[in-house]
């Protein structure tokens, strides 16, 4: 059973740049049909994907944050990584690193969250 | 992308059968069958109970079900229990490639 575990910076000041890592555990970021994938969950608000990271193809980031957004991989180190620039007090949230399933479909598409992690909370404030 | 709606409480007796809705466009559920919900207790992960409109993962008690038709996709849970009560998300596949989430459910079971 894979697990993922959020790690980074909980505490940010506007225009900032918010870095957070996932490092995966109990199997391999580069195997499997899998996009590596980014959520967040602001307070008393629903859930919002970020973006998503597939190992042997491209990354898909949500278009409202496009522009401010970057997800890599580091296969050496089983983790992977999100980059939010110029942050500012509506990035203010619960932010879940994911392992989503492509269902097998072709080319593949992120489908549904299979695995989820703990979550961390990411607050930004002057 | 909007987010999908759903209705924001939904409540029942014990041993009550209830219903979430969860209403997309053609954007998404009204094209693509690739529809997912989540149970999330407040604190933990959210966690997969349906996937691709209508399969449950392994673990997943039968009494959860869904279905989807048109743009509009539902999740029944069947025999309420208490350790139902939670909030519970919709998501789908949308034509940007991205996933959409909806607003979130809250089950009360009274």
Known sequence: ?126 | HSALTQPASVSGSPGQSITISCTGSISDMGHYSHVSWYQHHPGKAPKLIIFEVSYRPSGVSNRFSGSKSGDAATLTISGLQAEDEADYYCSSYTSTTTLVFGGGTKVTVL
């Open chain 1, 1 to 126: 059973q894979v697990q993922l575990q959020e790690s980074g910076p909980g505490l940010l000041k506007p225009s900032q740049t918010l870095s957070l890592t996932c490092t995966v555990s109990g199997g391999s970021i580069t195997s499997g049909s899998f996009y590596w994938s980014w959520i967040r969950q602001p307070a008393g608000r629903g859930l919002e994907c970020i973006g998503h990271k597939y190992i042997n193809g491209g990354t898909i980031y949500n278009p409202s944050l496009k522009s401010r957004v970057t997800i890599s991989v580091d296969t050496s180190k089983n983790q992977f990584s999100l980059k939010l620039s110029s942050v500012t007090a509506a990035d203010t949230a619960v932010y879940y690193c994911a392992r989503v399933s492509t269902g097998g479909w072709h080319p593949p598409i992120p489908n549904w969250v299979e695995s989820w992690g703990p979550g961390t909370l990411v607050t930004v404030s002057a």
